[in-house]
């Protein structure tokens, strides 16, 4: 027990510090993602991602560059307790015998094992961090589109659009009007598909690299610097191998209840597809990826290590 809580203790600050460094990463993700498609022979409100950071900057100041992050870091606790908690009962059932090291196909699947359990704690806590994140550009896409034509202020409308206080404040709105707890889960399916996957990957990476940078299995005696490059790829393979299900989440969480543009998933997948191409599917891939690395870089939870 003492070496569990241990991992969890550790596991809770890296994931502190992986929110820290990789936030503002994410909120630009969102932001692109979320953003509408322009009408014909207009140009989108953010071109990219620098000058996502440049309006969010000019209009909200760095602050906005953490929108949303209340939500995952109050339950990075739990997030963390479940993936070691899960991913550690795969690992006792998969070794072949007690201490064996688990094999790279090993790691796949208990990582796939615990993507299925932490879906249900990612998924509401994604949810309310989504639509903190990704508001304002929701809010202000037309009335921007004007300012900018007339020389306004983009600013200034949004401020009055905002339509949630907090994490507290969009939960409480989603349980009221959303069907109750029903409504926290909306984009669960594509959560799952992003979660499973990307963790049978990264653990998988994760382990396959260590291997090769220690020159076999015995992986015990790598150094910080080796299992920050691990974690850093590691973080790199998740996202490259599931991201579009990543803005299929996104787009179908912060979709407006009242007046829904997506079905579903499947739905939100196709108008993706019909409207922007293959290319829509990876809105926000640059900020995504830069984020990966130094992001998981920061993180390389302790149960990580003793795998």
């Keep these: 027990m003492g070496d569990v809580g241990k991992d969890l203790t ?108 932490v879906s249900f704690l990612a998924c509401p806590t994604e949810l309310i961090k989504c639509r903190l994140q990704a508001q304002s550009v929701l809010a202000t896409a037309a009335p921007a589109a004007a300012a900018a034509g007339a020389g306004g202020v983009a600013a200034a409308t949004m401020t009055a659009a905002v339509k949630y206080g907090g994490p507290i404040d969009v939960a409480k709105q989603v349980l009221k009007s959303e069907g109750g707890t029903r409504g926290l889960f909306k984009g669960l399916f594509p959560t799952l598909a992003r979660e499973v996957p990307g963790n049978a990957v990264m653990f998988g990476v994760y382990e ?29 393979s998740f996202w490259g191998s599931v991201y579009p299900t990543d803005v299929v989440k996104s787009v179908t969480q912060v979709d407006d209840n009242k007046n829904p543009k997506y079905s579903g998933s499947m739905d939100a997948f196709r108008k993706i597809l019909a409207a922007d191409g293959v290319k829509g599917l990876y809105k926000g891939f640059g900020p995504a990826m830069a984020r990966s690395v130094p992001a998981n870089g920061a993180s390389v939870p302790a149960s990580w290590r003793t795998s």
């Design 10 to 117: 550790a596991g809770t600050v890296s994931g502190a510090a992986q929110l820290v460094v990789g936030h503002p990463f994410d909120t630009i993700k969102v932001k692109l993602q979320s953003q509408p498609t322009p009408p014909p022979a207009q140009p989108p409100r953010y071109a990219g991602a620098a000058g996502a950071v440049r309006q969010t900057r000019a209009a909200e100041g760095p602050r906005g560059l953490y929108k949303g992050m209340g939500a995952p870091l109050a339950t990075v606790a739990a997030f963390n307790a479940v993936l070691f908690t899960v991913r550690g009962q795969m690992e006792a059932v998969l070794r072949s015998e007690p201490g064996a090291p688990l094999t790279i196909g090993q790691q796949v699947v208990a990582g796939a094992g615990a993507g299925v359990a």
């Design 208 to 236: 396959a690299t260590k291997q090769v940078l220690a020159g076999g299995q015995d992986t015990s005696q790598l150094g910080r610097g080796s299992l920050i490059l691990a974690g850093g790829l590691a973080g790199a």
